[in-house]
C-alpha cells in the first residue's frame, strides 16, 4: 500500500502540478511535496477530496484496490494452472467488472475463454485479445495478445488475418533475450554465463522445433526435394547435435 507512489502517479497521469493539486485541496505545495516523497501522510479528513480530486475511490487512493487486485489475479492463476478453466472464467468476469482497467486480467480471461474450448466462447477470446493488441498500455500484453490471435487465427484456418498480426511481432533480433546476449550488459563473470547458457537453450529448442518437421513425414507440407538439403538424415544429425549442445539451464535470468 504506497498512497506517496499513487498520489505522484495520478498528479502526473493527469498532467497537474504539484502546485494546481495543493491549491484545489488548500494545502501547500510543500505538503503535496512531503506525501509524494512519503515524509508525511495527508489527513484522514483529506482523503475524500483528494480521491474527488483525481476521479478515484478512497480505496484505490491507498493501494487497497491493487492488493485485492493482485490477490484475484494470485487465484486465477491457481485455477489457470489447474486447467480449471470454468470456474476461471466466472471468477475473471467478476474481476474485470471488479477493476475493469486491469488488462492483466482482461488478458487471463480470454485465455480461460479459450482453455473451456467453447466455440462461442472462442470468439469472444478473439476479440478480447483484439482489443488488447490495439489498444493495452503494457507492452508486454500487447505482444502477447498478438500472439495468442496468430494461434488463433490459424485455427480458425484465418489465414490472412494470421499473418497480418504475425508480422506485427518484434523481429528475432530485436528480442530481450537476444538483445542482452548481444549488448554486452553482463560483461563477465556469472551473469554473462548466465545470459549466454540460458539463450543457448532458448534459440536451441526454437532450431529444434524447425528441425522437427524435417524428422517426420511432412509430405503435405513440402517434398523432400524442397527441404534440400536438409534431408530427414542431415535434419537428425543437425538435431542430434544441437541437443548435445544444450546445456538444461534453468536458472532465472539476471533481469527477473
Not at 20 to 29: F, H, I, N, P
Not at 32 to 57: C, M, N, Y
Not at 101 to 119: C, D, F, K, Q, V
Not at 134 to 163: C, G, P, W
Request: charged fraction near 25%; glycine fraction near 6%.
Amino acid at each position: 500500500m504506497d498512497i506517496a507512489q499513487n498520489i505522484r502517479n495520478l498528479r502526473a497521469e493527469r498532467g497537474v502540478t504539484q502546485d494546481a493539486l495543493a491549491e484545489a485541496l488548500g494545502v501547500s505545495g510543500q505538503a503535496v511535496s512531503k506525501w509524494e516523497t512519503g515524509a508525511s501522510l495527508p489527513d484522514i479528513l483529506l482523503l475524500p477530496r483528494l480521491a474527488g480530486f483525481f476521479g478515484v475511490s478512497v480505496d484505490a487512493l491507498l493501494g487497497v484496490d491493487d492488493l485485492r487486485c493482485k490477490a484475484l489475479c494470485s487465484e486465477a492463476e491457481a485455477l489457470l494452472d489447474a486447467r480449471q478453466y470454468a470456474e476461471a472464467v466466472q471468477l475473471l468476469r467478476k474481476a474485470c467488472a471488479q477493476f475493469p482497467s486491469s488488462e492483466w486480467l482482461r488478458y487471463r480471461l480470454g485465455w480461460a475463454i479459450r482453455g473451456t474450448r467453447n466455440e462461442a466462447g472462442y470468439e469472444e477470446s478473439i476479440c478480447i485479445n483484439q482489443k488488447l493488441a490495439e489498444s493495452a498500455k503494457d507492452n508486454t500484453i500487447r505482444i502477447k495478445a498478438t500472439r495468442d490471435l496468430v494461434h488463433q487465427y490459424y485455427t480458425v484456418r484465418d489465414f490472412a488475418r494470421m499473418e497480418s498480426y504475425a508480422m506485427q511481432l518484434p523481429p528475432f533480433d530485436c528480442c530481450r533475450e537476444y538483445t542482452i546476449g548481444q549488448s554486452n550488459l553482463y560483461e563477465t563473470g556469472q551473469p554473462l554465463v548466465d545470459v549466454l547458457k540460458r539463450n543457448i537453450d532458448l534459440f536451441g529448442n526454437a532450431i529444434l522445433e524447425c528441425l522437427d518437421y524435417f524428422l517426420v513425414e511432412h509430405e503435405r507440407m513440402f517434398t523432400q526435394e524442397q527441404a534440400a538439403p536438409l534431408t530427414r538424415e542431415v535434419a537428425k544429425e543437425k538435431a542430434e547435435l544441437m541437443r548435445r549442445v544444450m546445456v538444461g539451464e534453468k536458472s532465472p535470468p539476471p533481469w527477473a
